[in-house]
């Protein structure tokens, strides 16, 4: 059974930085599309970075050189650096495994991430 364990969430200071882990148990990580969503309180959840099994990154605008997704599959773990975070980027932060050929779609719990001064 494959599950995905978001940490690294927390309180920080506007213009802190935060580090997000997701591990991944089961084989299949290093074929799967990873990505971080984030759902704010009142807010529709949203797309914030994805990473291939290539290693091809994508980024929503809003966090474009501010937050970097990469991904180690020797430790089956996808991670997000968030830098200069601001009070905006307060969400509960999810990441997500897609794997379309054996139609797999997995998402983590959830960390809250809060950025307040």
């Known amino acids: 059974q494959v599950q995905l364990v978001e940490s690294g969430g927390g309180l920080v200071q506007p213009g802190g930085s935060l580090r997000l882990s997701c591990a991944v148990s089961?084989?299949?990580?290093?074929?799967?599309?990873m990505g971080w969503y984030r759902q704010a309180p009142g807010k529709e959840r949203e797309f914030v970075a994805a990473?291939?099994?290539?290693?091809?990154?994508n980024y929503a605008d809003s966090v474009k050189g501010r937050f970097t997704i990469s991904r180690d599959n020797a430790r089956n773990t996808v991670y997000l650096q968030m830098n200069s975070l601001r009070p905006e980027d307060t969400a509960v932060y999810s990441c997500?495994?897609?794997?379309?050929?054996?139609?797999?779609?997995?998402w983590g719990q959830g960390t809250q991430v809060t950025v307040s001064s």
């Open positions: 990473v291939t099994s290539g290693g091809v990154t």
């Open positions: 997500r495994l897609r794997q379309q050929a054996l139609r797999y779609d997995l």
């Open positions: 089961g084989s299949i990580f290093g074929i799967s599309i």
